[in-house]
């Protein structure tokens, strides 16, 4: 710039000496007191251009002798600037490695003082939230706002910070009515798991069972968790209900048939239902809806579930055996295991209808398959046979008792006693 200033000045001068050369045939007259000297151009041009590089001389002194005094001064915001972003680069890679605690304190120092101090900032809030560290995420938060560019990218980064800040303390109505905002404009992997977060806490069980599927679809969320959630979901809508019709099991069964077909088909819904209407004793309802289940759901998914678990919890048939009707025609399809627990609960359905002689079918069966029998079972083996009167099966079924159990060894194999000596004598 120095340079380019005195070139102009020089462009000046000889166009203002022009005339004056001019009238003097060339020659340079100056004047100094009571004195003129008189030079020829080529002179005067020498020793200007002396002077000129005199002068050129003593600037480049006076730069280098002022950088050399000050240019520390100078430079102390450059080389703060350098210091922020190699602690915010040892931060991140802090943050790689796991140890996000000490990368929140490395990052803490130094996010505003290193360049795209908004980002650093963001990141160091991420950390604290991660470490529920409330308070420095509070004002890590605020100082966001601060240096904030005002840009639709920075404000979403702030809302979605805020939404985080919500859920860590827990204010999730807070969450709730923020998280429907930003749904609208952002559907990444960690909003999605936030909104579930806050839907399980917020009740919101229509919403939850909407967001689940896409959860699972993109691999966000591991399908028995989903399964779990979709379950807390049902059970949620099912203890609504009742509590809005006082405990009426009547008026949950209307409203249960009054479900869309795709929730009255959904094999976990109508677990959840059965599993209430167990619980409030209402045993015929019950057994419609475990009949219904048996016909309109898939069996290997029935088989799958606590369906069956389920149906041994409810006491006794409807007069007409409508329940050991269903588990009748079912039986066939389904596996060893299970058709060996069918078989069981037919027997003490029958046996709990008076209808001994079909419980001794199932009975029978059971004995038959050379499995090993539980208590129970050989239990109401021996009533039933006793009801019967059937002498030779219940003769069978206790030397079972001492095969399965090795009774009889058992008693040869134990030692004497003086009172079985006594005895003998």
């Not at 190699?86 to 605690?101: F, I, P, S, T």
């Not at 499995?371 to 019967?388: F, G, H, M």
Request: hydrophobic letters at 40%; aromatic letters at 10%; charged letters at 20%.
């Amino acid at each position: 710039m120095f340079r380019i200033l005195i070139w102009c000045f020089l462009f000046v001068v000889i166009l203002a000496a022009a005339p004056f050369l001019l009238s003097h045939n060339g020659q340079v007259i100056i004047y100094f007191g009571e004195y003129s000297y008189t030079l020829s151009l080529l002179t005067f041009l020498v020793i200007f251009l002396v002077a000129l590089g005199v002068l050129e001389v003593l600037a480049c002194l006076a730069r280098w002798l002022y950088h050399l005094f000050f240019d520390w001064y100078l430079q102390r915001r450059q080389r703060r600037q350098a210091k922020a972003d190699r602690l915010v680069e040892k931060g991140l890679r802090q943050a790689l490695v796991g140890d996000y605690r000490q990368a929140q304190k490395t990052l803490a120092k130094s996010a505003t003082k290193a360049n795209l101090p908004f980002y650093n900032l963001s990141q160091t809030f991420d950390l604290a939230i991660r470490n529920r560290n409330t308070r420095l995420a509070k004002d890590l938060l605020i100082r966001m706002l601060e240096n904030s560019q005002g840009t639709a990218q920075d404000q979403k980064i702030i809302d979605l910070s805020k939404l985080k800040y919500f859920v860590a303390t827990k204010q999730w109505q807070k969450a709730s009515n923020f998280l429907s905002r930003i749904r609208l404009n952002n559907s990444t992997e960690e909003v999605l798991l936030l909104a579930r977060n806050v839907y399980l806490h917020t009740n919101q069980y229509a919403l939850l069972e909407d967001l689940l599927p896409q959860l699972v679809r993109q691999e966000y969320l591991a399908p028995e968790q989903a399964q779990q959630d979709l379950q807390w979901a049902y059970h949620g809508f099912i203890q609504r209900q009742l509590k809005e019709q006082n405990n009426n099991p009547q008026a949950l069964v209307t409203w249960f048939e009054a479900q869309n077909r795709e929730h009255r088909s959904d094999l976990l819904f109508r677990n959840q239902m059965l599993q209430t209407l167990i619980k409030l004793e209402a045993y015929l309802p019950a057994i419609d809806l475990a009949t219904q289940t048996l016909r309109r759901c898939p069996l290997e998914q029935v088989e799958a579930s606590n369906f069956f678990e389920l149906v041994g919890q409810i006491p006794h048939d409807s007069p007409d055996d409508k329940l050991c009707r269903a588990l009748e025609k079912v039986l066939g399809k389904t596996q060893p295991a299970t058709q060996f627990a069918l078989m069981s609960l037919l027997a003490r359905l029958y046996y709990r209808q008076n209808q001994y002689e079909q419980a001794q079918t199932w009975i029978d069966k059971l004995i038959s398959d050379d499995k090993e029998l539980s208590p129970d079972t050989i239990l109401l083996a021996q009533v039933v046979y006793r009801k019967n009167n059937a002498r030779e099966k219940l003769l069978g079924l206790t030397n079972l008792i001492d095969t399965q159990y090795n009774l009889s060894e058992t008693t040869a194999n134990t030692p004497a006693t003086a009172s079985d000596e006594n005895t003998d004598k």
